[in-house]
C-alpha cells in the first residue's frame, strides 16, 4: 500500500546505510518462518484461503529471495523456494520461478542440510513438470531420491519414486509407473503418511485402467 515514490525513496536510503544487511535479515526471517508456516495449508480444504494470503505477500517472498541469492544464503533460499513452490505452481509464473530455482541450485550448497538438498529438488521437480519441462522435473525427482534414500527417509524416497511414476505413466511406461505407485501405498499405509497413500492411489486409478487396454 506505500506509494512506490516513497517506497523507492525508503530504499536508496536503506541501501546507503549501514543497517540494509541487518534489516533484510531480519525481512527474511519473518517471510521464512511465515513460509514455512504456511506451506502445510496450500493444500487441502484451507488452501483457497492460505494461498490468498501468500500471494498478497508475493512481493515481500521475492524481495526475500532475491537477497538470499545476493548474500549467498543458500539453505534459506532453497527452504523458502521448497515452502512456496505450491504458490508458485498454481498462481504464480512458472518461468520465473524455474529460473529463481536455478539461481537457487547455482549457488555454494556445502553448508546446506541434505534434507533441504532432497526438498528443494522435489519442489524444483514440482515447478519443472508444471512448466512441461518433463526431462528436468525427472532429473530432479530422482536427484532427492538418492539423498533420501542415502539419509535413510523412506517416506521421502518414496514421495520421490511416486513422481517419477507420473512421469512414466505420461511415457507410457505404465508397468513402471504402477510398481512406484504400489511403493507409495505400501509405504505411505506403513509409515502413516496419508500424502503417499492418496497419491500413489491416484496413479493406479489411473494406471490401471491402461493396463487392462493394453493387455
Known sequence: TMIETVWQYSREKLDGSDEAAAVRDRHLDYFLGFAEAAA????????????????????????????????????????????????????????????????????????????????????IGRIAWAADRYGDARRFHAEAQEIYDTLGDEAGSALADMLTGFLDRGDGNLPEAERRFQRAVEVGHRLGKTYLKAGGLSGLGNVNPLLLTAG
Open 40 to 123: 502445510p495449508h496450500l493444500e487441502g480444504r484451507e488452501q483457497r484461503d492460505w494461498l490468498d494470503r501468500c500471494e498478497s505477500d508475493l512481493f515481500n517472498f521475492r524481495f526475500a529471495t532475491e537477497w538470499t541469492i545476493k548474500s549467498r544464503k543458500t539453505e534459506a533460499g532453497l527452504r523458502l523456494f521448497t515452502a512456496l513452490y505450491r504458490l508458485i505452481e498454481i498462481r504464480g509464473n512458472l518461468a520465473e520461478g524455474w529460473d529463481i530455482g536455478m539461481r537457487l541450485l547455482a549457488l555454494p550448497d556445502s553448508d546446506v542440510a541434505p534434507k533441504h538438498k532432497a526438498a528443494s529438488r522435489i519442489a
